[in-house]
Structure formats: structure tokens, C-alpha cells
């Protein structure tokens, strides 16, 4: 390795420790989507994947077979690291996701460099302008680094292998089906940790194949490559992920569908379309640099640099004469401005076509929030740049070369690496606040508060079923678990308006709608990291404080003290989570699984209603030896279950999609295994 390349590296880990220095300290890292998790709240996450998550519908319960790609996610860091290891959530957090994103962030774009560019020297630029762009930190900064962050950093990886199985269609089936196999590994861990990055990257690999197709123009290549790079791996990855794609198709349940409109209409499309086409284009984030919701900056004109560099590449590529490179080169160029088009969304120009394909094509839904699109941004410019940079270092280099040796010795490539040594200052200017240490969210440590830590011992040591109210959400180091479901109050009533949300609870009907929900305790969460209590997207102390003495004067409840900054208010006699109406009716129950549950039935009269204040779904069933019930809708919320048989007897209430949910399970784990002795036998034979 030459000494330039050397002090481009060292640069390029000097900044990585600038940048996430926060990382590296002790202390827990918690912003945006990045919640922490206790020891006491790991129980919500278990390796084990149930159909029934406890915790959705804002503490409802609610199906969630389509979304266990992410419970799976958490459930492998918190089950093997938590609970096998008794580590921290602080520890947790780093071995699993923070130090992981960085290092898959440097391997994965120095591969599909490598792979597309082998003769291109400038490999830094390539990793830093994907590890270092505005939408990357952003994402970071919001707290998306266990989901969307490491997904976009496996995004090049799995490309790379994508484009391993385009080159070897021409040589060994057997070696191909090794590319393919790796590639169907790849692309189902980047779809656990966050499906519409793997989306964003199938489009991707989309695009390439029709240009590779055009480049070939042979019909033995085309019937090949639509085995290998779509049969192949669409066959495994659906079994590798039959564990939840087999929930989704026989439920018939679109889990974007079941958010609300607030997820799937248009309106929301139009109000989340942040980002002007000259920001995507010019990989300038929205929010940059102060990453908050909503709050647009003004345009930067030296990103403007960014597009011009890489569309750059376009014109050198025409000297050459390699195909395969001016393919590389066209793919880019065409990935660049597909996604700068993606994450405008439907602002201009023509807006509109982002709303229809929301509206009409595949898995479109998804993207409601178009800044997703930015990864296709990223990808192209980290192979567009470099190259354009290598050509502008060559061309400086024949320029400026003279032929007297004494001259040259004394100037010997200077012109061209001053060219360097600008380009890496322009572009570590251009995340300069990142280098300043001017970013929040994950990028600074924090503490819990000690109310909250009191409040979560006071909550855990409770072993009888009930729910909080938060109001008007639950703060982030809020309690909750499976015995103790938080719901926020913005939920529940369905509105973010404070007055309306008191107004509910002040409503005659208001106790006893809380006592059937099971909630025991009312809680003003104390607001520690300026999240909730806002005012033109600042903290506002004084809405916290009216939220505090307008919910003192709700007379059913009662004030609960020591908790600090925390207010907690009691309901009195609140339900069980399992309850009858009858007063003959004796009922006991045992919590075996969020999807199973055993009743001691005594005293029990034909025609007896058993109340299961869950949210109400049809696939709840209740079994004894005798009979079998299907779950019946109660107060248009609950479910509730009508004995047919009198006397003494045990009754299972189970959760009926968790069958499949575990033949699911099965063909995954079978899969993973049948390829991981695929691989080493691949690696054994040296194939």
C-alpha cells in the first residue's frame, strides 16, 4: 500500500472517530427511533416470534405477523446479548448496532468499489462520501441505526454480490449458485433490519440487469441471469423470511394499512415530501444539519459541487473502451438521478408521478417518506465521484509533467496532489458541523433520569396486569412491558391536541372506560429530552406544567408521589386483563405467551361473557374439552369470549396466525441452515 493511500486512511478513521466520538465514550446513546431498553423490559423482545405484540395498537395488542422482521431484529441483540450474556442495554446497543454500522459501512463500500473500479486508486473518497453524506448522518442522528442505517450500510454488499453473479454467468453454474446463495443471505438480513432499504436496493439491481441485458444482447446470458438473479434468490429469501411473509399473505393484512391514513394517504406523502430537487440531487439532506422534524434549511450552493463531480464521470467515460466499466458508469449515473427524482417525492418537477406510483405500483406504500430514495443517491455518487476524481488526478498529471528531471523532482505531482488534498477539505467542509460536534441526537450521550428509574421499580414490582396512560405519549425512558402496556393518550383518543385529550378524561364515561382498559396509572412524563411538551418545535415548560394541574382536578383520580418530575395518578379498581361481568362467574388466569393465555373457569353459567381487553381480532379463540369459541367484538374494542358450557373447567384463549407464524419459523430456520452447509461445503471444495 503506497503512503498516500496510508494517510488517506488514517484520515479517513481520524474523522470516524471525530464524527461518532460520542461512540466510543461511556454512556448511553438515545435519540429519535433509538430507544433504550432495561433489563426489566426485555422481556418484550424475545428471540421467540409471537403473531400478538402486547405493546401495538398503542398498547392495545395488536397483530403484527407482517412486521416480525423487525421484532426479530431486536429480539437477536436483546435475547443473545441481553438475556444469555446479562449485558447492558449500553453495551447491547454498540456490539449489535452502533460499531457494526460503521464497520459494514467501510467493508461494504470498499467492496463495490473495488468490484466496479479495480483499477481506481482514491477508494477514500468512495467510503467517505458514503459513510459521511448528509442523508447517512441524518438518519444516524434521528436514532435509525438499528433499522434503516445498517440496512443502507449492507446496500453495497449486497450489490456487490448481485454483480458477482453478472460476472460469472458466462463461467461455472456451480459458482454462480455460490454468488447466489450469498446474495439471497444478504439481502434477507438487510430486509430484517429494514425492508425498504432492501426495496430501494432490489430497484437497484433492477436497473442493472436491464442494462446488462442491453450490453450482452444474448439469449443464453438473458435466460441465465433471470434464474440466477431473480428465481434463486426470490426463492430463498421468501424461505428465508417465510416466518412473517406467510403471516402477511393468508391474513390478508397490510401492516402499512393497519397505521392508518396516516401511513397510506396521499396527504401524508405530500406532507413528509421535505426535500427540493435540487437537495437530492445535491445529496443535501432536508434537515441538515439540525435534524429537526419538519424544520427545512435553506439550499447550500457548495453541494451543488457534489452532482457536478460525479455527472463528470459521464464525459471521461466516453474515452474508454472497456464496455463493462461504461455500463458501471451509465448504471450510476442512471441510479443517481432515479433517486434524486425518488426522494423529492411530490414536490417538482413532476410530482405527481411519485403520487401514482404510491398510489399503484408494488410495495410503493411503503415509501410515504421519500427521503428513503436517498440511498440511491448515495451509491451512485460513491462510484461516480472517485471516478471522476482518478480521470481530473490523471489528466493533471500528464498536464503538468515535464521533462527535465531536476524541474520534475522539484514539482512532481504537485497540481494533482494539491487536486486531492482540496477535494478531501471540500468535502470534510461540507459535513462540518459533524466534525464540530454540532450534531445531536445519537451522536451525544445521556443519562436517565433517576425518576424514571424509580418509576420502572415501582412499575416492575407490580405482578398483577395493568396499563399506563401516558399523556400525551410515553417518554422514551418510560416503563413498559408485557404486564404493563403503555398507551399513549394521543392514541388512544386518536388527537395531538392537549385540550382535546383532557377534555376525553374529564368526560362522565371517562373512569369507567379506563377501569374496562385495564389502565391503573395516568402519567405527565417528565420531559428530559425536549421530545413531547412542543411549541414551534421547542420545548414549552408551561404546556407540561397545564398538562399537570388540568389533569389534578380530574376527580377520579388520585395523585401518587414520588416519582419527581414524573406525575402519576391512580385509577381506582381498574380491570383485569381478563374480566366478567357475572357476578357468579369466578375467573383465574396464567399468561403463558402474548398468543396464549390458560383460564380456571368456576361457576360458569351457559351464556357467561368473558371480557379479553385486547383489541378486538376475530383470530383470538377460546378452547376447552368441549367446545371452541371464536372471539365476539365487546363495546367495539375488546374481545370477549360466550361460554357454552356450565360448571368448572380450564379454558386455553390462544391466538390462531401463531401457527403460522411457527410452520413459518421452521422453513426459516431449516433454509439458514441447509445454506450455511451449503457455504462451507462451497468453501471446503474451494468452489
Not at 5 to 19: E, Q, R
Not at 38 to 53: Q, V
Not at 130 to 159: D, E, H, K, R, W
Not at 367 to 375: E, Q
Request: with cysteine.
Amino acid at each position: 500500500m503506497s503512503k498516500k493511500k496510508i494517510l488517506f486512511f488514517l484520515l479517513l478513521f481520524f474523522i470516524f472517530f471525530i464524527v461518532y466520538k460520542s461512540w466510543f465514550l461511556p454512556g448511553l446513546i438515545t435519540a429519535g427511533d433509538l430507544w433504550s431498553y432495561s433489563k426489566a423490559t426485555y422481556e418484550t423482545r424475545p428471540l421467540f416470534l409471537y403473531a400478538w405484540d402486547l405493546a401495538s395498537a398503542a398498547g392495545m395488542g395488536g397483530f403484527v405477523g407482517s412486521l416480525l422482521w423487525i421484532y426479530l431484529n431486536f429480539g437477536l441483540s436483546i435475547t443473545i446479548f441481553g438475556k444469555f450474556l446479562g449485558l447492558d442495554w449500553i453495551i447491547v446497543e454498540r456490539v449489535f448496532y452502533l460499531f457494526p454500522f460503521i464497520f459494514i459501512s467501510i467493508f461494504s463500500s470498499y467492496k463495490l468499489y473495488s468490484e466496479v473500479l479495480s483499477k481506481n486508486v482514491f477508494s477514500f473518497f468512495s467510503i467517505f462520501i458514503f459513510c459521511f453524506n448528509t442523508y447517512i448522518l441524518m438518519v444516524v442522528g434521528g436514532g435509525q441505526v438499528a433499522g434503516i442505517a445498517i440496512a443502507y450500510a449492507l446496500s453495497p454488499l449486497v450489490i456487490y454480490y448481485f454483480i458477482k453473479i453478472f460476472n460469472s454467468l458466462d463461467k461455472q453454474k456451480i459458482k454462480i449458485i455460490g454468488f447466489s446463495i450469498v446474495a439471497s443471505l444478504l439481502l434477507s438480513l438487510q430486509i430484517i433490519f429494514d425492508l425498504r432499504i432492501a426495496y430501494v436496493t432490489l430497484f437497484a439491481i433492477l436497473l442493472l440487469w436491464v442494462l446488462k441485458v442491453l450490453e450482452n444482447r444474448n439469449k443464453k446470458y438473458f435466460i441465465k441471469s433471470i434464474l440466477f438473479i431473480f428465481l434463486v434468490p426470490a426463492f430463498l429469501t421468501f424461505l428465508l423470511n417465510a416466518f412473517w411473509i406467510i403471516p402477511t399473505i393468508v391474513s390478508q393484512k397490510n401492516p402499512i394499512e393497519q397505521f392508518g391514513l396516516a401511513y397510506s394517504s396521499l396527504e401524508a406523502v405530500r406532507f413528509f415530501s421535505f426535500a427540493n430537487f435540487e437537495n437530492t440531487l445535491s445529496l443535501l439532506h432536508p434537515n441538515w444539519p439540525e435534524n429537526i422534524f419538519g424544520k427545512v434549511g435553506f439550499m447550500k450552493p457548495e453541494f451543488l459541487i457534489l452532482p457536478i463531480l460525479a455527472f463528470s464521470s459521464l464525459l471521461f467515460v466516453r474515452k474508454t473502451k472497456d464496455l463493462r466499466l461504461k455500463t458501471y458508469v451509465l448504471f450510476f449515473a442512471l441510479l443517481g438521478l432515479i433517486g434524486a427524482f425518488l426522494a423529492k417525492g411530490a414536490n417538482e418537477p413532476f410530482g405527481g408521478v411519485y403520487l401514482w406510483l404510491f398510489d399503484n405500483f408494488p410495495g410503493f406504500i411503503m415509501f410515504r417518506d421519500p427521503t428513503k430514495w436517498y440511498t440511491l443517491v448515495a451509491l451512485s455518487y460513491s462510484i461516480l465521484i472517485p471516478f471522476s476524481v482518478w480521470n481530473i488526478y490523471g489528466l493533471l498529471s500528464s498536464k503538468f509533467k515535464v521533462q527535465s528531471s531536476k524541474v520534475q523532482f522539484k514539482i512532481k505531482n504537485y497540481i494533482p496532489n494539491l487536486f486531492l488534498i482540496l477535494t478531501s477539505l471540500f468535502l470534510i467542509l461540507l459535513i462540518r458541523p459533524a466534525i464540530f460536534g454540532q450534531l445531536g441526537g445519537t451522536f451525544k450521550t445521556t443519562e436517565i433520569p433517576s425518576d424514571y428509574v424509580k418509576l420502572e421499580k415501582f412499575l416492575s414490582s407490580q405482578s398483577n396486569f395493568s396499563r399506563t396512560l401516558w399523556i400525551p405519549a410515553i417518554q422514551r425512558f418510560g416503563f413498559y412491558s408485557n404486564f404493563h402496556p403503555a398507551i399513549p393518550a394521543q392514541n388512544l383518543f386518536n388527537t395531538v391536541d392537549y385540550s382535546q385529550i383532557l377534555k376525553n378524561l374529564r368526560m362522565p364515561e371517562a373512569e369507567v372506560f379506563l377501569q374496562e382498559t385495564g389502565v391503573r396509572y395516568v402519567i405527565v412524563p417528565y420531559d428530559s429530552q425536549g421530545e413531547i411538551y412542543l411549541k414551534d418545535r421547542k420545548y414549552n415548560n408551561e404546556i407540561y406544567q397545564k398538562t399537570i394541574n388540568e389533569v389534578k382536578k380530574i376527580p377520579y383520580l388520585k395523585q401518587v408521589g414520588g416519582f419527581g418530575k414524573i406525575a402519576v395518578f391512580e385509577v381506582s379498581n381498574p380491570k383485569d386483563h381478563f374480566w366478567t361481568s357475572s357476578e357468579s362467574l369466578d375467573l383465574k388466569y396464567q399468561y403463558l405467551s402474548p398468543v396464549e393465555y390458560k383460564l380456571e373457569v368456576k361457576n360458569a353459567k351457559i351464556g357467561d361473557r368473558i371480557i379479553f381487553s385486547e383489541s378486538y381480532d376475530a383470530s383470538w379463540i377460546a378452547q376447552s374439552l368441549k367446545f371452541k369459541v371464536q372471539s365476539l367484538k365487546f363495546n367495539n374494542r375488546f374481545n370477549s369470549f360466550t361460554l357454552k358450557d356450565s360448571g368448572d373447567y380450564s379454558l386455553i384463549v390462544y391466538y390462531y396466525p401463531q401457527i403460522l407464524v411457527n410452520i413459518g419459523m421452521v422453513i426459516s430456520g431449516l433454509t439458514l441452515v441447509l445454506i450455511l452447509g451449503a457455504l462451507i461445503y462451497f468453501k471446503k471444495r474451494k468452489i
